[in-house]
């Protein structure tokens, strides 16, 4: 396993049969794939992009189980355990810890709007619970809440709080998060689209969805920036950004399963409220996939 946290980490899909039910042979497949085939370094299970709020906690732990043996030490396995309800989210993160996985994902708490010192009292009470390190996730658009950088300052202090995920969308605020934060706290690009921006203001890596299918040059994007080859960083952001934009032209992770079923990668239906693209939608992706080489 490797001593520093990965830059390159993708937030999995959850495969399901046709019945609705977890596909944990396939998770372990596609789990591989992404490691092997697309470069991946690390993945997030049961995420945003794994469906996490239509899976049950029986099933959460399954799939850390299930994908953690498929892997073993190729990569970070990192469990998504984060809720709106703090003591579910202490449990299912203690529980996850004993499934062997390497870290801990936890979204802000969604729906109840809580303050900031809210935030922080929950994400100090989750990390309690675990010795493994925690990848705070910040994703207003989604939960409502904003994590302000003065509190991930203040959440920095809990020596196994780590790292964030920043998909606020708002680089003055990420700018802002890496001048209060310290040089071993991680902040990773939870938009596809802007890691090469968040890269150039000291940002570590990317929790990606289009590494399912463009890991290979996501990595080579992000090393050739770090290597101090702009130019070639920026033509590779440019190539695939029709990718970067079509992959969220409806709610993740409908389009990339959808991009997944046009490779012949078996990645099932979704789980209601979350419905199939519809075919404008699927022409948008079949597009970029075209243009960036992905299909041809």
Known sequence: MMNNLPRLITAMITPFKDDLSVDYKEAQKLALQLVEEEGNEGLVVSGTTGESPNLNE????????????????KAWIIAGTGSNNTLETARLTAEATGTGV???MLVSPYYNKPTQEGLYQHFKTVAGTTDLPIILYNVPGRTGVNLLPDTVARLAKVPN?????????????VSAAKAKLPDDFYVYSGDDSLTLPMLSVGCYGVISV?????????????????AGDVQKA??????????????????????????LEL??????????????????ETQVIIEAMKKTGILS
């Open 161 to 173: 709080i780590v790292a964030l995920k920043e998909a606020c969308g708002n680089l003055d605020q």
């Open 263 to 280: 490779m012949g990668r078996s990645s099932g239906k979704l789980r209601l409220p979350l419905v199939e693209a519809t075919e404008a």
């Open 58 to 73: 029986v099933e959460k732990i399954e799939l850390f189980k299930a994908i953690k043996e498929a892997v073993g030490s």
């Open 102 to 104: 390497d870290g801990i």
């Open 234 to 259: 920026s033509q590779i952001h440019l190539q695939l950004y029709p990718i970067f934009k079509a992959l969220f032209v409806v709610s993740n992770p409908i389009p990339v399963k959808k991009a």
């Open 210 to 226: 289009v590494a399912h299918i463009v890991g290979k040059q996501m990595k080579e994007m992000i090393y050739a920036y770090l």
